[in-house]
């Protein structure tokens, strides 16, 4: 039987590899602290369990296809107190920011089309975008540099006749980069003069670890109306990744017009999420605080090990739970699978994600990786301990 | 701003126009009868609501990408019951049916290619082809011989050097046909004979209203372990839509591979859905005895009432809980209009879906509607006898 040519262009997922050796190691004993994820190890707000609980409905019904009215009202308060005004005509609601993003890139990407994301960029945007039929067109950025983008210069030099838009993870995933305001305005403007989407991904919108700094959006930005399409998720924000509540933000009605085609050819998003995510919206900044507080910690510890290890090359990320470094190591990918198969230290050992499938460039990010600093602080400094041996141990071999 | 030809060729839902003269009329004080829905009537098992409210794990966290466990094993259980073995690794969770459709579309229909669907089909179709850059080939039916479609014929006439597949909604949304097992039998033969994928989808599997028959599937065809696909979902079979469960049944396990691609790049589906649907799977059979009882009743009174209109043309139906009529109306998209601003009676009045949409031929359809009987048996008499008052005024008018 024969498959599509834009499924045969997709991968599976690389970390799926390291599958069978990370059971066979705990088979053996070995204890495995997990960078390599992020799911995050907060507890979700206990609103989203009461909300759930209290659902008293006979029938558990389809909801509306652009989303339930009660969901959309508080995505649009959450806003308005951030300072962005926003009507329910501009909300759609999704199944995660994941299905956010496969609409949005449906809607604006053709056969042959071009999207500029910085790179290294989070690895799923290679499966929508060629689901689309389109390429992924980098913007390139090194570790020395702190993955840096927003260069006007750069990301004009990656403009053509194809280009249909430009992604703007912010924070970035995988890099934990986060834009100044001006940078942010630089982006704006550039999708403005190019007549391109600025697809703004704000999954990680809350995670910004500098004292009192406002929140900030592409929404911000309303002479960009026609521009500006923001994806938004619950996922991060209340540690709600298994709730599959998203949605797309614009000022365009026309590609809300769009979208909604799609919306509606799906029917709805699940009822129960949806009820139980406007109750999230309930939760107070102690909340939002206690969280930054508890990753502001792990990044610094996080960093603070890297910069004892020698040969690495790291700078302190300003955003998300994440960080890309370059490892003094000749390949991050055999390294990780060496770590699991023919490492420990008492017992101990420790998975990362390897850095090449966040690059679309082939051969760049061979000697990096991404660590989600998503445990608990004790726990994380006893893997970067191991990150440490293990790199001294794998050099040494 | 640009939007991709793929979904410039979607449309939005046909009801949707019909929605402000419904808000209209309400206003005005007119009781509407809905037949225009597929949202069943009938409650959700408590099971499900239980499952719910007995998750006491701190953090929601994300699933796995290819669906949990419990639920694929509830789902694995359930088929064995009806004589039909698939393992663990032939089943993907998905979001709905919907989501089912939309991913096995992209692993096999590539830009141009054909998927073969007899016509009135389920509208969302058109969406999901559209996006993968195929194309519907329908094998024509009409309302004279009740929607036939099973003659091998008639579907070896539609296959083309571009066909990837054969659709086969059976039961049928919009129809209600339902194939005898030598039709699915000949189904299957041409699927094999021409290398086509089979796809089942089968969200109204347990709508069939013979006495002790035996429920059927397309994956009774063991021997057709390549081609056939089955798309299933909870939303009927328990009356759970709003929980958005489906999932991709193949033996083919390369089909499975690619699809996985899809499931891992949106990451995983909504967890507390997974956890309550494999608990709906613990319904007894008395609960689907109940069911049928009551859409049987349903549909024997709805074509009982339609065969009292003259000039109605309408068979009836085997399964399902919609049935297709063609009205002795010029235009039944009109007809519907007139009924909303035009006609009441006692200040009531009803609505359908009109057929024009089900059909991909232009032009087909145009006297045809589709009734969803998910109401009540006394709504239900008096739906269906406003229909016929409004026909008798429609025509006289």
């Not at 070995?30 to 992020?38: D, F, P, Q, S, T």
């Not at 603070?304 to 990918?333: H, Q, S």
């Not at 994380?380 to 301990?385: F, K, N, S, T, V």
Request: hydrophobic letters at 40%; proline letters at 6%; glycine letters at 6%.
């Amino acid at each position: 039987m024969r498959f599509s040519s834009k499924v045969k262009k997709c991968g599976l997922s690389p970390m799926r590899k390291f599958h069978p050796y990370a059971v066979a190691a705990k088979a053996a004993g070995k204890r495995i602290y997990h960078l390599n994820i992020g799911q995050p190890d907060i507890a979700t707000p206990s609103q989203y369990f009461e909300a759930v609980r209290n659902f008293h409905q006979p029938v558990l019904a389809y909801s509306e296809s652009p989303g339930m009215p009660a969901l959309i009202e508080a995505i649009l308060k959450y806003y308005e107190k951030h300072g962005m005004r926003f009507t329910q005509e501009e909300v759609l609601i999704t199944t995660g920011g994941s299905e956010a993003l496969q609409i949005v890139f449906n809607c604006v990407l053709d056969n042959g089309d071009e999207i500029i994301i910085p790179e290294p960029f989070y690895p799923n945007y290679n499966t929508m975008v060629n689901t689309c039929g389109a390429v992924i067109r980098p913007i390139p950025t090194s570790p020395e540099d702190g993955y840096f983008y927003a260069d006007r210069a750069r990301i004009e030099a990656a403009i053509n006749e194809r280009t249909r838009a430009i992604m703007c993870t912010n924070p970035g995933n995988p890099t934990g980069t986060v834009l100044t305001p001006e940078e942010m305005r630089m982006m704006v403007d550039v999708a403005k003069e190019h007549d391109l989407f600025l697809i703004g991904d704000e999954a990680y919108r809350e995670f910004v670890y500098e004292e009192n700094e406002p929140l900030r959006s592409m929404g911000e930005f309303e002479d960009a109306a026609e521009n500006v399409v923001i994806i938004d998720t619950v996922s991060k924000r209340f540690s709600a990744c298994g709730a599959r509540i998203g949605c797309i933000i614009s000022r365009n009605r026309e590609l809300i017009g769009e979208a909604l085609k799609y919306c509606q050819a799906r029917l709805a998003v699940a009822t129960l999420d949806q009820i139980a995510s406007a109750a999230l919206y309930d939760v107070g900044p102690e909340y939002f605080a206690a969280v930054k507080e508890e990753y502001r910690l792990r990044r610094d510890t996080v960093v603070a090990k890297l910069r004892e290890i020698p040969g690495v090359i790291c700078e302190c990320p300003r955003g998300a739970f994440y960080l890309m470094a370059a490892l003094p190591v000749d390949d991050a990918d055999a390294f990780q699978q060496w770590l699991l198969t023919d490492f420990d230290d008492n017992g101990d050992t420790v998975m990362f994600a390897p850095g090449e499938p966040f690059y679309a460039t082939p051969g760049k990010g061979k000697n990096e990786i991404r660590i989600a600093y998503v445990l608990k602080q004790q726990d994380l400094e006893r893997a970067m301990d191991l990150l440490a041996k293990g790199i001294e141990a794998y050099n040494r071999r």
